[in-house]
């Protein structure tokens, strides 16, 4: 991943992962589970009950070792990886590569920041094909923390519009409630991919898409 320098920057486009550019739900979770379990031995009850929030892989088998003592953690850790690898070859949803890519020809500059595990979510990103689209990379562990490295890329770009899409209406409100008034109001995009989600927080003010094609069909800058 290396940021690129097109020749007209035009918008920042910021997004974040689970439930937004990737699929995500419990039967990634139950796959994981069962195949840590095979691995080690543990009960898949213990292997579920030990799993950190945020999720990630080195932590939870740390978890477990404490409990049962794991013979070898690094050789473990590079089994669950390999067979993750394969799960998130088709984790991204269908509109995720072209639509980034045409952002991309059109000059804007990709970015994902997204909450969890480093390493959990950077190998979902690896393994779904995103890394070579995108020009920088943000993982937090902390919630609702995302507005502190999205001021950052502010200060970097002090003139360009920032776009943020989110699934989760907590986090665009935390954004909107921290960002410096220094620089201009970044676009908070809701991502509602499910008609089910957030069904409460409708009367937010935050414009809602469905699709990313929707980024493609309107001027950025007046969403």
């Keep these: 991943?290396?940021?690129?320098?097109?020749?007209?920057?035009?918008?920042?486009?910021?997004?974040?992962?689970?439930?937004?550019?990737?699929?995500?739900?419990?039967?990634?979770?139950?796959?994981?589970?069962?195949?840590?379990?095979?691995?080690?031995?543990?009960?898949?009850?213990?292997?579920?009950?030990?799993?950190?929030?945020?999720?990630?892989?080195?932590?939870?088998?740390?978890?477990?070792?404490?409990?049962?003592?794991?013979?070898?953690?690094?050789?473990?850790?590079?089994?669950?990886?390999?067979?993750?690898?394969?799960?998130?070859?088709?984790?991204?949803?269908?509109?995720?590569?072209?639509?980034?890519?045409?952002?991309?020809?059109?000059?804007?500059?990709?970015?994902?920041?997204?909450?969890?595990?480093k390493d959990y979510q950077r190998l979902k990103i690896v393994a779904s094909g995103l890394e070579p689209i995108i020009d920088f990379l943000k993982i937090t562990s902390i919630q609702l923390s995302k507005g502190n490295y999205l001021e950052q890329i502010q200060r970097k770009y002090p003139f360009l519009p920032l776009h943020y899409i989110d699934d989760r209406v907590e986090e665009l409100t935390s954004i909107r409630d921290h960002v410096s008034t220094r620089y201009r109001t970044p676009s908070?995009?809701?991502?509602?991919r499910s008609s089910s989600q957030d069904t409460t927080n409708t009367k937010l003010p935050f414009p809602v898409i469905s699709t990313l094609y929707q980024l493609l069909d309107s001027n950025p800058n007046e969403t």
């Design 1 to 117: 991943m290396t940021e690129r320098t097109p020749s007209i920057r035009k918008n920042i486009y910021a997004f974040d992962f689970d439930s937004t550019l990737g699929k995500v739900g419990p039967e990634i979770d139950n796959q994981m589970f069962v195949f840590i379990s095979r691995c080690t031995g543990i009960p898949i009850d213990k292997v579920e009950y030990l799993a950190p929030r945020p999720y990630s892989i080195r932590t939870h088998l740390e978890n477990l070792s404490n409990h049962f003592s794991l013979s070898d953690i690094n050789q473990t850790f590079k089994e669950i990886s390999n067979f993750l690898k394969y799960i998130f070859r088709d984790i991204l949803y269908p509109d995720t590569i072209e639509v980034l890519n045409k952002l991309r020809d059109q000059g804007s500059i990709i970015g994902v920041v997204t909450y969890g595990g």
């Design 188 to 192: 908070l995009i809701h991502m509602r």
